[in-house]
């Protein structure tokens, strides 16, 4: 049952302690490709088996100061401080060198998020769980997110726009190209709109579009941008996508056991896209192994 799609190493995290048997678990289910995602350090990488065949490197990676604690201290190319800032900038610059001496033609860009208080977001995503989608009190609280976060993202953009133009030129260098790719919160960057002006910097193929197909799913399940929206508009700028689906705004889940309309998916995908099952580790091997049957049998 082997295909050209892709396993993230995402499944492996607290699942296996070395790369090494996650990538024997990964062929045994039907994997032959695999992508390196930002919760691998450099000791894990100091175990690669030379032979691995990897499509993608999604940064931090490595992560030997984590995503968790870059965006805790807002060491994002995001930005406003220009010591965080270039904090960012330099934890995507190692992603790209990673990339460059394992020969691997992409990576997996986030483009950091809009200064507001998470808790914004939180409040709207218990509302939800708790099914009081489209009520009055759900309305006003996604009206006050909404608000915020438009006030304070062009300062934030600013900052964004300088960090892809240093990495793209970084990148370039090394015949790298930079994925950009839509993100699981509301409050982070892109929404549609921005993504359309980062793509349009003027930075030609070394920078193009990542698609999380869960991440859209969940944002469109929380009233914002619909999923479709994402691929009329970028499926033309499109590197790669991530494959999971979702129930509610749970992610990450085996492709085929959620929400998602992969038939909709389906008809926008490029067949150039790279694809990579980011299934998390609480999915069973019998759940992977039927999520990536299952877009095998619809030709995702």
């Not at 010591?83 to 992603?95: C, I, K, N, P, Y």
């Not at 038939?263 to 299934?279: D, H, I, K």
Request: glycine fraction near 8%.
């Amino acid at each position: 049952m082997a295909s050209d799609i892709a396993l993230s190493t995402m499944w492996a995290v607290g699942r296996f302690p070395d790369l090494g048997g996650f990538f024997e678990a990964g062929r045994a289910l039907g994997f032959q490709r695999f992508e390196l995602n930002h919760a691998v350090d450099s000791a894990m990488l100091a175990g690669l088996p030379p032979e691995t065949r990897i499509t993608g490197v999604h940064e931090p990676c490595p992560a030997d100061i984590s995503m968790a604690e870059l965006d805790r201290r807002n060491w994002l190319i995001s930005a406003l401080d220009e010591e965080d800032r270039q904090r960012g900038v330099l934890a995507t610059r190692r992603s790209i060198d990673l990339a460059s001496a394992l020969g691997v033609p992409v990576v997996i860009v986030h483009p950091g998020r809009v200064d507001v208080d998470p808790e914004m977001e939180a409040t709207l995503v218990k509302l939800h769980k708790a099914g009081r989608f489209g009520q009055p009190e759900y309305l006003r609280a996604q009206a006050r997110l909404t608000e915020a976060r438009a006030a304070q993202a062009g300062m934030n953009m600013q900052a964004v726009r300088r960090s892809l133009v240093e990495l793209a030129g970084h990148a370039a260098q090394r015949h790298i190209r930079l994925a950009l790719e839509n993100r699981f919160h509301y409050r982070e960057i892109p929404l549609p709109d921005e993504l359309e002006e980062l793509l349009d910097l003027g930075l030609g193929q070394t920078v193009g579009y990542w698609h999380d197909i869960g991440h859209a799913q969940v944002l469109e399940h929380l009233g914002f941008a619909p999923h479709q929206e994402w691929l009329q508009r970028f499926a033309s700028r499109m590197i790669g996508v991530h494959l999971h689906d979702v129930k509610g705004t749970q992610d990450h889940l085996a492709a085929g056991s959620g929400q998602v309309d992969w038939e909709m998916v389906a008809g926008y995908l490029p067949a150039s896209a790279l694809r990579t099952c980011e299934f998390h580790a609480s999915n069973s091997p019998q759940q992977v192994a039927a999520g990536l049957q299952w877009l095998i049998d619809r030709q995702i």
